[in-house]
């Protein structure tokens, strides 16, 4: 498996309880807020960077966001197994 690190900007921040909602949902984020504008940033292990984006905007989706930026981060894959 390959470990892809990648950032999703949200359509708007979330309030505390929607904060724990989306952390229930994954465990490889971490939600930041600058100046009102929140963003997911991943480190997803995915046999792709397509498969790890896919299953992160889902789970975004699932809490009822929607990612409005993907930022991803160069040399993102790591920890290629053969």
Do not use: W
């Amino acid at each position: 498996m390959t470990t892809h690190y990648f950032k999703l900007i949200l359509d708007r921040a979330p309030n505390d309880e929607e904060q724990e909602h989306l952390y229930a949902l994954f465990e490889d984020g971490s939600i930041t807020r600058l100046a009102g504008v929140a963003e997911i940033s991943f480190c997803r292990e995915a046999p792709t960077l397509p498969a790890a984006i896919r299953s992160a905007v889902n789970e975004v989706r699932c809490a009822g966001f929607i990612a409005t930026q993907l930022r991803v981060l160069r040399h993102s894959a790591v920890g290629r197994e053969p």
